[in-house]
């Protein structure tokens, strides 16, 4: 008799895991990734829904590719100490990004009408009607047949699945997947023969839905089926045989009354898809995950398997139910089976209660049935909005502008946002309004502006804001309260009126902000915080750590030792590195008080320290020094260095203050670089008299040197308004020009390219004598041009109205040296300007003091290429 051909069983698609659960089976010994029956699956099942997900142990994923893929993945992502938990109903779940990007891979892998096809069509496989055990084994060993199947079977009922195997010739389902690695994975599923002999393709297997007690099975077939008007009732099999080798699967039995209740869902799930040794049904990709190689202590050897079914005292794996029993003793073989369940799981009265159960039917499905896209998409994110009372300070008393406004319709920009500093709980109280003039100095150093926001109000509310915003424009002032972040301010808020155009468009505003209520801008001062005290101390720590790691410790305790006031001297000076490295390779000079004829602390502790230099410390007369020190006492007098000029002119010198004084404020001891780049310039009433059209082409060419900047003082203003009054009636030729270059002069100086005020009086003159000379160079400044020549020959007859006119250009250039004096010692002009220079029609010898560069108005040079750039930019005047 020829030997019957194989039939081949339907397959099913496995689309993603969704989730994993440790089960109550004791851990005999830490298996792998694909050996361990500890994890049970939630898997989500190709072409059907959500509804018909269901628990899978891993013999149903071995049952069809010794190394699936899928499995590897998932632990890959989840994180591999997550399979070492020993905790039963633990559960792991992977991301929504894993899940999707699996669905994507296994829909582009495998199209949804091969999914369909294969659901509803089993024979596409070569098979005619899945393959059914026909025997199982009692105790006894003895084989028995298997009762007839009714012919009254309804066919939408299904019995558990189990593998089928394919021979060797079968056809691939899926070709062509090379490129991408397949996370299909293939399942097939059997049941019971029925009595319609017909292998019609309407007649198809549907999976069984599996309860929180049964055994998990495959989801329902979407296809349509043909539902009978009186379902007939078939007895199931008691149980189905798992595989023989213990590492394979879990023997599963129908749960009766006899045995014992479950806790979990996972207690009795075991892989309903048996393996068969001559199918190894892979799906075609590239190399696995690198957790194929993850083994974890484990014996990964596998027996062979067997499709028959298992003797009572065979089953090693029915005493996993009781969590009481170690699974290291195999002596009891009654103790691994429980065989008065199983006998009772196979009575009649059980069958027939289990048949009472009716499927749910299936929904009826085209070939071409696709899941319908949302009519409605994501809901749009909202936008923040504050909604409060806005309030002003008005003579220290805060006063209610609108009971209830909004800041909305605020610009996309990366935090921190405007919410951050506007609370939602509080009032928004602005503390002052500033001139728009103020508020445009104070933004230009700002960070551009990080967001913009638009403050509303409707009803009474919206008018008395409407008002208020109309009383700033007229004014030309704007509002401003400080952006305080943890308590520190990091930047501004302005609250801007629509009709203050000026700084709107100065600050780029968007237009569709800008149409009613308040404008709201966000500026930064700065964008990172400050540094913690703490991490510049470590810094400190470390960078005295490299120095000492360049001695050995033998060498360090032996500089300790024998240079022992130079280490002294170097820690109370605080030199600091950079500084100290460059004198020990130039020549340095010290220029120190000299109180009582005797060097101070200061200068002993720093002339101990500069006996370390390679070069040298020269005497004062010498002019090749590359640095000089200068003390802080003596800073007043530093005029009285001998040639001060000539180094200033040379760009390699470097000027440095050191020690400390009681007449200099404690902020201002230590080590500081001074007169570093640029200067200030100022002029004589001869060079504004004798060459007014060369004394306004200097203004201009240092108005336009980022480095440099010039000053009149209304002194000699007065006295060159004065003299050429004085030339006119005597020289009335040479005058008919000169008023119209002195205009221009005037406009200069109203313009702010030349600065009318004088230095800043001297720290011990006392406040009444700083704030006169504020009130009268600051607050009180002339703006238009008649008002400044009358300004300037009040202060000359004020200074020089007394004295005879042969003096007035001696007074003039006494008074010009002595303000030059004070400025090249006050903080701002010492650390922003190198050189101090009078402008002269002439040169005399006899006026041109120490410590003061003197030059004419044609021979004056900035020392550097930016007169030649702008010659070849053709911006001369």
């Known amino acids: ?98 899940i999707r990007k699996e669905k994507l891979v296994f829909a582009s892998k495998v199209p949804l009408e091969e999914i369909e096809a294969q659901n509803r069509n089993p024979k596409r496989r070569r098979s005619a009607s ?47 997947l090379d490129e991408v690695e397949n996370t299909a994975q293939f399942y097939s599923s059997s049941h019971q023969p029925t009595a319609d002999p017909s292998d019609s393709e309407d007649d198809l297997p549907t999976p069984r839905i599996s309860t929180e007690e049964a055994t998990p099975t495959l989801p329902e077939d979407p296809g349509p089926e043909p539902v009978p ?6 007895p199931l099999p008691s149980f189905f045989s798992p595989p023989s080798s213990p590492h394979q699967g879990i023997k599963f039995y129908e749960q009766t009354a006899d045995a014992a209740p479950t806790d979990n869902i996972n207690a009795d799930l075991t892989p309903t898809l048996v393996p068969d040794q001559h199918t190894t049904l892979e799906a075609a990709g590239e190399e696995g995950p690198m957790l194929t190689s993850m083994l974890i202590d484990e014996d990964t050897a596998s027996a062979g398997v067997n499709t028959s079914f298992y003797e009572p005292d065979e089953d090693h794996y029915a005493g996993l139910r009781n969590e009481h029993v170690s699974l290291q003793n195999y002596d009891e073989k009654s103790d691994w089976f429980d065989v008065e369940g199983a006998n009772a799981a196979s009575s009649d009265e059980t069958l027939d209660f289990l048949n009472t159960i009716e499927l749910p039917t299936s929904v009826e499905r085209g070939p071409d049935y696709r899941p319908s896209r949302p009519i409605c998409g994501p809901a749009p994110m909202t936008k923040w909005a504050w909604n409060g009372q806005l309030s002003v300070t008005v003579n220290g008393q805060s006063e209610a502008i609108c009971s209830k406004c909004v800041i909305t319709d605020s610009t996309e920009c990366a935090p921190p946002r405007i919410s951050a500093f ?45 008002i208020f915003s109309q009383y700033l424009t007229r004014k030309s002032q704007a509002c401003m309260m400080p952006a305080l972040w943890d308590g520190d301010v990091r930047g501004v808020l302005l609250f801007v009126p629509q009709e203050s155009k000026r700084l709107l468009d100065h600050l780029r505003t968007p237009p569709e902000v800008r149409n009613t209520g308040l404008v709201v801008i966000l500026l930064f001062v700065d964008d990172s915080p400050p540094i913690e005290h703490k991490y510049k101390r470590e810094i400190l720590q470390l960078n005295r750590k490299v120095e000492r790691a360049l001695m050995t410790p033998e060498q360090w305790r032996k500089s300790l030792r024998d240079e022992r006031d130079y280490h002294i001297s170097l820690r109370i000076i605080q030199l600091s590195k950079a ?3 460059y004198a020990y390779t130039h020549t340095s000079t010290v220029w120190s008080s000299n109180d009582g004829g005797r060097l101070d602390q200061d200068t002993v502790h720093l002339l101990r320290v500069l006996k370390k230099s390679r070069v040298g410390v020269v005497s004062l007369a010498d002019t090749s020094a590359d640095i000089v020190f200068i003390h802080v006492g003596a800073l007043k007098n530093v005029h009285e260095l001998p040639h001060l000029v000539q180094r200033r002119l040379r760009p390699e010198v470097r000027f440095c203050l050191y020690g400390t004084h009681k007449t200099v404020p404690p902020s201002l001891w230590g080590f500081h670089e001074i007169y570093l780049l640029g200067g200030a310039v100022t002029f004589t009433p001869e060079a504004l008299v004798n060459d007014a059209w060369g004394v306004l082409k200097t203004i201009r060419l240092i108005h336009a040197h980022p480095l440099w900047t010039c000053f009149l003082t209304p002194e000699v203003v007065g006295m060159a308004v004065k003299l050429i009054q004085l030339r006119e009636d005597e020289m009335p030729e040479y005058t008919d020009t000169l008023p119209f270059a002195f205009n221009n002069i005037l406009n200069a100086i109203r313009k702010d390219e030349v600065l009318l005020m004088m230095t800043t009086p001297l720290d011990n003159l006392g406040d009444e004598d700083d704030r006169n000379w504020a009130l009268t160079n600051r607050v009180f400044k002339p703006r238009t041009a008649p008002a400044i020549l009358e300004h300037c020959m009040k202060a000359f007859d004020a200074a020089y109205g007394s004295s005879p006119q042969d003096r007035w250009a001696a007074l003039a250039r006494s008074d010009l040296t002595a303000d030059m004096y004070r400025m090249q010692t006050q ?15 002439s040169l005399d010898s006899r006026c041109n003091s120490s410590g003061i560069e003197w030059a004419t108005v044609g021979s004056f040079d900035f020392k550097d290429d930016f007169t030649t750039a702008l010659e070849k930019l053709s911006l001369v005047i």
């Open 229 to 234: 008007e009186a379902p007939p009732k078939t």
């Open 422 to 466: 506007v609370s939602s709980q509080k009032p928004l109280e602005i503390p002052a309004s500033y001139n728009t003039e103020d508020i445009l100095r104070y933004v230009d150093g700002c960070k551009c502006p990080h967001q913009f926001a638009q403050l509303l109000a409707d009803g009474p509310d919206g008018e008395r804001l409407e």
């Open 1 to 98: 008799m020829p030997a019957r051909k194989r039939k081949r069983e339907p397959m099913w698609f496995v689309e993603t895991i969704l989730k994993a659960q440790r089960t109550k089976l004791p851990a005999s010994s830490t298996k792998s990734f694909l050996q361990s029956e500890a994890w049970v699956y939630y898997v989500k099942w190709g072409g059907f829904p959500d509804s018909d997900n269901s628990w899978e142990p891993i013999g149903s994923f071995l049952a069809s590719d010794p190394s699936p893929a899928i499995i590897l993945r998932f632990w890959e992502h989840v994180g591999p100490e997550s399979f070492l938990i020993n905790a039963p109903g633990f559960e792991v779940v992977p991301t929504e990004e894993w």
């Open 130 to 176: 899945p393959e059914t055990p026909s025997q199982s084994r009692n105790r006894n060993g003895k084989q028995k047949r298997s009762s007839p199947p009714s012919t009254s079977r309804r066919s939408g009922s299904r019995s558990p699945r189990k593998v089928s195997f394919a021979t060797d010739t079968e056809e691939r389902v899926i070709l062509g």
């Open 579 to 581: 500084i100290r490295h």
């Open 827 to 841: 903080p701002g002009a010492r650390t922003d300007y190198r050189r101090f220079v009078v402008l002269d029609s």
